[in-house]
C-alpha cells in the first residue's frame, strides 16, 4: 500500500484531555462530532462547549458546527 494513501490519514489526536478532530469538509466534521458525542455519551464524558474551538483553513466562508444544540467558536 502507498505510504500517501488516503487510508492513511489522520482524523483524530488525543492528548491528555485534548481531543483535535482532523476532516476534508464541513459535512465530514459535523459528522465525525456527531461519532465524537455518542463515543462521549458510551465513556460518560463531557465536552466543555464553551472551552471549544473549531479552526477552518482556507474557507470560503466561515462554517458554523453544532455540538448537542450549541454553537461552537471559530478560533
Known amino acids: 500500500m502507498a505510504q500517501n494513501s488516503w487510508t492513511n490519514l489522520i482524523f483524530i489526536l488525543l492528548h491528555a484531555d485534548d481531543v483535535a478532530l482532523f476532516s476534508c469538509s464541513v459535512d465530514a466534521m459535523q459528522n ?6 455518542t463515543f462521549y455519551q458510551i465513556c460518560e464524558l ?5 472551552k471549544t474551538k473549531m ?3 482556507q474557507p470560503r466562508n466561515y ?12 478560533a
Open 32 to 37: 465525525l462530532l456527531g461519532v465524537f458525542k
Open 46 to 50: 463531557i465536552i466543555r462547549v464553551d
Open 55 to 57: 479552526m477552518a483553513i
Open 63 to 74: 462554517p458554523t458546527f453544532i455540538y448537542r444544540g450549541e454553537l461552537i467558536q471559530m
